[in-house]
């Protein structure tokens, strides 16, 4: 059995500023991680790392999403953030 690897991929949440394929380019990172047999590792975000998930999804891919809420109704309603295509998600606040 082959070693798995997870690759994290950060970048701009706001990708507007970047060049003009910055969606083409960030999916097809993500696509090439699902075909190397790779985990991708991402923040649970929009821009980069929403462009990397969809890419390594549509390659069949896994995908981590860190999410900066404590639960799956806050990372939707609070930060109206994405939850597919992530496969997993990982809630990162603390509820004190």
């Given at each position: 059995m082959a070693d798995?690897?997870?690759?994290?991929?950060?970048?701009?949440?706001?990708?507007?500023?970047?060049?003009?394929?910055i969606k083409e380019i960030t999916r097809e990172i993500g696509r090439q991680v699902a075909r190397q047999?790779?985990?991708?590792v991402?923040?649970?975000?929009?821009?980069?790392?929403?462009?990397?998930?969809?890419g390594c999804a549509k390659a069949w891919g896994f995908s981590i999403g860190f999410s900066p809420a404590a639960s799956e109704?806050?990372?939707l309603k609070t930060y109206r953030l994405p939850s597919s295509p992530f496969d997993i998600m990982i809630y990162t606040k603390q509820i004190t």
């Open positions: 798995e690897f997870e690759i994290v991929v950060s970048g701009a949440a706001q990708a507007n500023h970047c060049c003009g394929r047999k790779c985990n991708l991402t923040g649970a975000t929009t821009g980069v790392p929403y462009f990397a998930a969809l109704s806050a990372h």
